[in-house]
């Protein structure tokens, strides 16, 4: 195959797929005497994992995954993947939270829900709530800036406290990051979770949310079947083994067209 057969497949640039073997995303291709690179259904199936990939972890973790794998890190790899199904199973703690505080705030009760085994806890410094999302503390003071977050102030030395609702705020805030949607907006839909306020928007919001994270669980499961089938051996034809294959994670490579 030339770069123009493995890019026309996905609608790239041939030289996006030269990029892509430069950066180790795809195996090494094969020269002509003349310096033309061949490249192989192997290549081929390396291209459609590293796009599933991106589809469904997004392009850091799809690069470092598949450089990973091409260059016999497999534990690097699937630790990448790991890290990628937790922060999904995060994302749906943190909707099902948010999901029970509108549930208290139309009703009445209080949102700590205190004896009800909620994962949310309370007092946090700015420090410890920073670690717990995985972010900076100048990102949390942006979003006090933005009317997001509302900490309280301990006395004398005037530090940020986060109390269980500031906790749920910011899970949410989080959440709503990673979906790409901007800070005035947020701000907007953070004060209806606190009031209560415009709900059946706030409910369209969540399902929407919802969604979302099941095309993307979907998106992994997509993305982990072109992985391994990159991976996985290639049978021998019936007339007897063929001639060897490159090795990672201890086997041969095996190519799909489809």
Do not use: K
């Amino acid at each position: 195959m030339r770069p123009a057969d493995l890019a026309r497949e996905h609608g790239l640039s041939t030289q996006a797929v030269r990029n892509y073997e430069r950066d180790g995303f795809l195996p090494p291709a094969e020269r002509t005497p003349t310096g033309y690179r061949i490249y192989t259904e192997r290549h081929a199936a390396a291209l459609r994992a590293f796009l599933a990939l991106v589809t469904a972890f997004g392009h850091a973790t799809a690069a470092l995954v598949m450089s990973a794998v091409n260059a016999d890190r497999p534990d690097e790899a699937l630790t990448a993947l790991d890290r990628g199904h937790a922060q999904l199973l995060r994302d749906r703690e943190t909707l099902a939270t948010v999901r029970r505080a509108v549930e208290d705030l139309t009703s009445g009760r209080t949102t700590e829900r205190a004896g009800t085994g909620c994962s949310l806890p309370g007092p946090l410094s700015i420090g410890e709530l920073a670690h717990r999302l995985g972010l900076t503390p100048a990102t949390l003071r942006t979003w006090e800036t933005a009317g997001i977050l509302t900490p309280a102030r301990d006395r004398p030395g005037g530090h940020r406290s986060y109390r269980p609702e500031d906790v749920r705020d910011a899970e949410l805030t989080h959440l709503l990051r990673r979906g790409g949607h901007p800070l005035a907006h947020i701000t907007t839909v953070v004060r209806q979770v606190r009031t209560a306020g415009g709900t059946d928007s706030l409910a369209a919001a969540l399902d929407d949310w919802q969604q979302r994270l099941t095309t993307r669980g979907r998106a992994m499961l997509t993305a982990a079947a072109r992985l391994d089938a990159y991976l996985s051996p290639a049978p021998d034809p019936p007339d007897g083994p063929g001639p060897p294959g490159s090795s990672v994670l201890g086997t041969r490579r095996q190519s799909h067209p489809g």
